[in-house]
């Protein structure tokens, strides 16, 4: 598998989807991190959006959520804007492209879209993870080429709205109303320390709510390195102003579910080779659609390993499928066997890359 494999479920993606995708944490995100902007938007009229803008092939880089909102003071001419939320754990350093790739797919398929209004698009960024990461816009990221001063006029230019919840500090975030945001956003916000997750139990658990309980729970453990037992313990063990026995209940209830539902090892290399599929495929359709990118712009869009991505291009560019196999088994399905029909469609996503331009890169 890949070297910076991200965990089997995605735990910080899927809680993040399931908090904003709740149209009251959506306004609770607007009003508590960009209060200038939430006083000129009717929130109240907050709307997701469940279309997609993206074409097949760039499914794997879709936003994570999309609501549609009017400005207040436009009744007579309702004015509208899209706002979505992408979602990073890790620094990527060209994440404003793939902002930048749904952005113009989003306006591009409006302005085709018989009796659609084109309508403006706010990016927002929301950044959970441990290292120090600012984000460049792209012509930041351009600014230390030789030729700026000639260029920069023609470089796309739009910004985005950047949140680093780990730069923020948990005596605000405890101060959040909106009782479920807030406990996703002390407990993303702290998660890399797991000391820090169980001393703001009593405020990530303070729930009445036993589905947004249950949510929670299942992501606390999804990383956490105690035993059940163990968390048990530390419950017992803590101050807290909720009710023991629910959070006990709740606990108990997910650890048979996961009995239940085979979390073992056999039942993890299902999903794991799922993923791994999936990753594999992404990351072919993108060397097939941006042939001359070089392995870090690949690297940069895909989160997926240099070494890896180096690997199998060099494969590729060898034109034979016996090598692409020796190098997709090394790096993505160690330990994984796949079907004919599996393999059937990745031979046939190789073969088109096989008669793309792809391939002058053997001349160069």
């Not at 149209?23 to 997609?52: C, G, H, M, V």
């Not at 120090?132 to 985005?160: A, G, R």
Request: aromatic share 14%.
């Amino acid at each position: 598998m890949k070297e910076n494999k991200r965990k089997i479920h995605h735990p910080d993606d899927n809680l993040f989807k399931k908090v904003m995708e709740d149209k009251t944490n959506a306004k609770a995100y607007l009003e508590e991190f960009y209060p200038e902007l939430a006083k000129n938007l009717d929130l109240e009229k907050l709307q997701i959006q469940s279309e997609s803008f993206l074409t097949p092939q760039f499914s794997a880089f879709k936003s994570d959520i999309i609501y549609r909102c009017p400005f207040k003071g436009s009744e007579e001419y309702m004015q509208y804007a899209l706002i979505l939320w992408e979602h990073k754990s890790k620094p990527k350093k060209w994440v404003a492209i793939q902002l930048g790739l749904y952005i113009f797919l989003a306006l591009d398929k409006m302005e085709r879209a018989k009796g659609r209004t084109v309508e403006p698009i706010i990016p927002m960024l929301f950044y959970n993870g441990k290292e120090k990461w600012m984000p460049k816009t792209l012509s930041e990221l351009f600014s230390d080429f030789e030729f700026y001063h000639l260029i920069k006029d023609f470089i796309p230019s739009f910004d985005f709205l950047f949140k680093n919840l780990v730069g923020t500090s948990t005596e605000k975030l405890i101060k959040i109303n909106t009782a479920f945001f807030r406990s996703a956003m002390v407990a993303m916000a702290n998660r890399e320390s797991m000391d820090l997750i169980y001393s703001k139990f009593s405020f990530i658990f303070d729930l009445s709510d036993d589905y947004h309980l249950e949510i929670l729970m299942t992501y606390v453990l999804s990383f956490t390195n105690r035993s059940p037992k163990e968390i048990k313990n530390i419950f017992k063990e803590l101050n807290l102003k909720i009710d023991k026995n629910r959070i006990m209940s709740t606990l108990d209830m997910i650890l048979k579910e996961g009995e239940a539902i085979g979390l073992k090892r056999g039942e993890a290399i299902g999903i794991e080779k799922g993923e791994a599929i999936s990753d594999l495929l992404n990351l072919l359709r993108v060397i097939y659609k941006f042939p001359f990118w070089t392995i870090e712009e690949i690297t940069d869009f895909t989160e997926i390993s240099k070494t890896s991505v180096q690997a199998l291009v060099l494969a590729l560019l060898s034109g034979k499928l016996e090598p692409v196999h020796f190098m997709t088994k090394k790096f993505f399905f160690k330990e994984i066997e796949l079907s004919k029909k599996e393999w059937k469609k990745i031979d046939k996503m190789v073969i088109n890359i096989f008669n793309s331009d792809f391939m002058l890169r053997r001349k160069s």
